[in-house]
Protein backbone atom coordinates (compact mmCIF):
# COMPACT_ATOMS: atom_id res chain seq x y z
CA UNK A 1 0.00 0.00 0.00
CA UNK A 2 2.71 2.04 1.25
CA UNK A 3 4.58 2.03 -2.47
CA UNK A 4 0.88 2.63 -4.36
CA UNK A 5 0.77 5.68 -2.28
CA UNK A 6 4.48 7.10 -3.10
CA UNK A 7 4.12 6.16 -6.79
CA UNK A 8 0.52 8.03 -7.35
CA UNK A 9 2.62 11.04 -5.16
CA UNK A 10 4.90 10.89 -7.42
CA UNK A 11 2.25 11.37 -10.29
CA UNK A 12 0.91 14.05 -8.74
CA UNK A 13 4.54 15.84 -8.54
CA UNK A 14 4.76 15.47 -12.29
CA UNK A 15 1.30 16.74 -12.76
CA UNK A 16 2.24 20.00 -11.03
CA UNK A 17 5.99 19.82 -12.59
CA UNK A 18 4.66 19.61 -15.45
CA UNK A 19 1.94 22.23 -15.42
CA UNK A 20 3.62 24.53 -13.75
CA UNK A 21 3.62 27.36 -16.12
CA UNK A 22 -0.16 27.62 -16.29
CA UNK A 23 0.08 29.44 -12.69
CA UNK A 24 0.82 32.85 -13.14
CA UNK A 25 3.48 32.99 -10.07
CA UNK A 26 4.78 30.91 -7.39
CA UNK A 27 2.95 32.35 -4.63
CA UNK A 28 -0.32 31.62 -6.59
CA UNK A 29 1.05 27.94 -7.09
CA UNK A 30 1.69 27.55 -3.52
CA UNK A 31 -2.00 28.65 -3.16
CA UNK A 32 -3.84 26.93 -5.12
CA UNK A 33 -2.07 23.84 -3.52
CA UNK A 34 -3.47 24.88 -0.41
CA UNK A 35 -7.09 25.10 -2.27
CA UNK A 36 -6.86 21.63 -3.19
CA UNK A 37 -5.79 20.03 -0.22
CA UNK A 38 -9.10 21.91 0.88
CA UNK A 39 -11.20 20.52 -1.09
CA UNK A 40 -9.93 17.01 -0.98
CA UNK A 41 -11.21 17.25 2.90
CA UNK A 42 -14.89 18.04 1.55
CA UNK A 43 -14.65 15.67 -1.23
CA UNK A 44 -13.59 12.84 1.19
CA UNK A 45 -16.23 14.23 4.31
CA UNK A 46 -19.18 13.86 1.28
CA UNK A 47 -17.84 10.64 -0.35
CA UNK A 48 -17.75 8.95 3.19
CA UNK A 49 -21.32 10.86 4.23
CA UNK A 50 -19.39 12.11 7.22
CA UNK A 51 -21.36 15.04 9.40
CA UNK A 52 -22.15 17.95 7.27
CA UNK A 53 -24.60 20.45 6.25
CA UNK A 54 -25.31 22.71 3.56
CA UNK A 55 -25.43 26.25 4.67
CA UNK A 56 -26.78 29.08 2.21
CA UNK A 57 -25.26 32.15 1.82
CA UNK A 58 -25.72 34.96 -0.71
CA UNK A 59 -27.65 32.41 -2.79
CA UNK A 60 -24.99 29.50 -2.21
CA UNK A 61 -24.65 26.77 -0.71
CA UNK A 62 -21.72 26.18 1.03
CA UNK A 63 -20.11 22.83 3.03
CA UNK A 64 -19.80 23.15 6.87
CA UNK A 65 -19.33 20.29 9.47
CA UNK A 66 -17.57 18.08 11.77
CA UNK A 67 -16.87 15.57 8.03
CA UNK A 68 -14.74 18.31 6.41
CA UNK A 69 -13.17 19.64 10.09
CA UNK A 70 -12.18 16.37 10.92
CA UNK A 71 -10.16 16.32 7.59
CA UNK A 72 -9.34 19.87 8.08
CA UNK A 73 -8.62 20.53 11.62
CA UNK A 74 -8.63 17.34 13.93
CA UNK A 75 -7.11 13.92 12.80
CA UNK A 76 -3.93 12.99 13.33
CA UNK A 77 -3.18 13.58 9.22
CA UNK A 78 -5.71 16.03 9.11
CA UNK A 79 -4.43 19.28 6.66
CA UNK A 80 -3.62 21.57 9.98
CA UNK A 81 -1.62 18.74 11.98
CA UNK A 82 0.63 18.36 9.02
CA UNK A 83 1.13 22.20 8.01
CA UNK A 84 1.84 22.91 11.69
CA UNK A 85 4.79 20.02 11.56
CA UNK A 86 5.43 21.78 8.55
CA UNK A 87 5.70 24.98 9.59
CA UNK A 88 7.74 24.09 12.77
CA UNK A 89 10.16 22.09 10.85
CA UNK A 90 11.09 24.95 8.60
CA UNK A 91 10.58 27.89 11.10
CA UNK A 92 11.53 26.51 14.70
CA UNK A 93 11.64 30.56 16.52
CA UNK A 94 8.31 31.85 14.93
CA UNK A 95 4.69 30.81 16.02
CA UNK A 96 2.24 29.16 13.72
CA UNK A 97 -0.30 31.18 12.39
CA UNK A 98 -3.53 31.50 14.66
CA UNK A 99 -5.63 29.38 12.25
CA UNK A 100 -8.64 29.67 14.54
CA UNK A 101 -8.61 33.14 13.99
CA UNK A 102 -8.54 32.13 10.59
CA UNK A 103 -10.86 29.79 10.24
CA UNK A 104 -13.51 32.38 12.65
CA UNK A 105 -12.65 35.23 9.82
CA UNK A 106 -13.23 32.72 7.06
CA UNK A 107 -16.73 31.32 8.56
CA UNK A 108 -17.97 34.88 9.13
CA UNK A 109 -17.07 35.87 5.32
CA UNK A 110 -18.38 32.87 3.45
CA UNK A 111 -20.22 34.32 0.37
CA UNK A 112 -18.74 37.89 0.58
CA UNK A 113 -18.23 39.01 -2.60
CA UNK A 114 -15.33 41.46 -1.61
CA UNK A 115 -13.82 39.28 0.87
CA UNK A 116 -9.67 38.75 -0.25
CA UNK A 117 -8.12 35.85 0.94
CA UNK A 118 -5.22 37.54 3.11
CA UNK A 119 -5.97 40.79 0.86
CA UNK A 120 -4.86 39.00 -2.48
CA UNK A 121 -7.88 37.75 -4.58
CA UNK A 122 -11.46 36.56 -4.20
CA UNK A 123 -11.56 32.79 -3.59
CA UNK A 124 -15.33 32.59 -5.33
CA UNK A 125 -13.76 33.61 -8.36
CA UNK A 126 -10.62 31.33 -8.28
CA UNK A 127 -12.98 28.38 -7.67
CA UNK A 128 -13.34 27.50 -11.19
CA UNK A 129 -10.34 27.27 -11.77
CA UNK A 130 -9.29 24.95 -8.70
CA UNK A 131 -12.11 22.96 -9.78
CA UNK A 132 -10.88 22.24 -13.06
CA UNK A 133 -7.38 21.55 -11.18
CA UNK A 134 -9.08 19.22 -9.35
CA UNK A 135 -10.61 17.43 -11.97
CA UNK A 136 -7.46 17.06 -13.96
CA UNK A 137 -5.95 15.16 -10.88
CA UNK A 138 -8.64 13.61 -9.18
CA UNK A 139 -7.82 10.43 -11.14
CA UNK A 140 -4.63 10.08 -9.51
CA UNK A 141 -5.83 11.46 -6.35
CA UNK A 142 -8.19 8.24 -5.92
CA UNK A 143 -5.34 5.87 -6.96
CA UNK A 144 -3.27 7.15 -4.14
CA UNK A 145 -5.74 6.08 -1.01
CA UNK A 146 -8.44 3.56 -1.81
CA UNK A 147 -10.53 5.18 0.85
CA UNK A 148 -10.78 9.21 0.42
CA UNK A 149 -9.32 9.94 3.90
CA UNK A 150 -6.09 9.77 2.23
CA UNK A 151 -6.92 12.04 -0.44
CA UNK A 152 -6.21 15.26 1.85
CA UNK A 153 -3.22 13.26 3.11
CA UNK A 154 -1.71 13.05 -0.40
CA UNK A 155 -2.43 16.35 -1.49
CA UNK A 156 -1.18 18.59 1.92
CA UNK A 157 2.47 15.84 1.30
CA UNK A 158 2.36 17.32 -2.57
CA UNK A 159 1.70 20.63 -0.57
CA UNK A 160 5.11 20.05 1.59
CA UNK A 161 6.92 18.67 -0.99
CA UNK A 162 6.68 22.10 -3.36
CA UNK A 163 7.09 24.11 0.07
CA UNK A 164 10.68 22.53 0.23
CA UNK A 165 11.23 23.25 -2.92
CA UNK A 166 10.29 27.01 -2.71
CA UNK A 167 12.16 27.86 0.42
CA UNK A 168 15.13 26.26 -1.02
CA UNK A 169 14.32 28.47 -4.09
CA UNK A 170 13.03 31.45 -2.77
CA UNK A 171 14.23 31.45 0.76
CA UNK A 172 12.25 31.11 3.79
CA UNK A 173 11.04 34.90 4.43
CA UNK A 174 8.55 34.63 1.38
CA UNK A 175 7.44 31.35 2.11
CA UNK A 176 6.74 32.13 6.03
CA UNK A 177 3.96 34.99 4.79
CA UNK A 178 2.51 32.87 2.93
CA UNK A 179 1.61 30.37 5.48
CA UNK A 180 -1.67 32.09 5.91
CA UNK A 181 -2.41 32.50 2.67
CA UNK A 182 -2.30 28.64 2.16
CA UNK A 183 -4.16 27.98 5.61
CA UNK A 184 -6.88 30.84 4.91
CA UNK A 185 -7.55 29.41 1.16
CA UNK A 186 -7.73 25.91 2.00
CA UNK A 187 -10.12 26.79 4.95
CA UNK A 188 -12.34 28.78 2.11
CA UNK A 189 -12.39 26.62 -0.01
CA UNK A 190 -13.27 23.40 1.75
CA UNK A 191 -16.92 24.82 1.90
CA UNK A 192 -16.94 25.98 -1.67
CA UNK A 193 -19.37 22.92 -3.54
CA UNK A 194 -19.96 23.01 -7.79
CA UNK A 195 -23.09 23.87 -8.36
CA UNK A 196 -24.80 23.66 -11.61
Same mark, same amino acid.
Given at each position: ? &?????? /??? =??????????????? *?????????????? #?? /? #????? &??????????????? =? +??? %??????? @?????????????? &?????? $??????????? $???????? *? $????? %?????? @???????????????????????? &? %????????????????????????????? +???????? =??????????
Amino acid at each position: M &ENIFIV /QKS =FLLDYFNENSSSFPD *KKEFMITLGALCGY #AC /Q #AAARL &EQKGYLLVKAAGKNY =F +FGD %GVNYYLL @ESSNSFITLMKKKF &ESMFKN $NDFPDFVKILK $NVASNIGN *K $NYKIN %GLFNPE @EKFPYYLKVWNDIFDIVKKSSNKP &E %GWPVVLTLVLDHFMNVFFVCFGGKELITL +FPAIIENA =FYISKMIEED
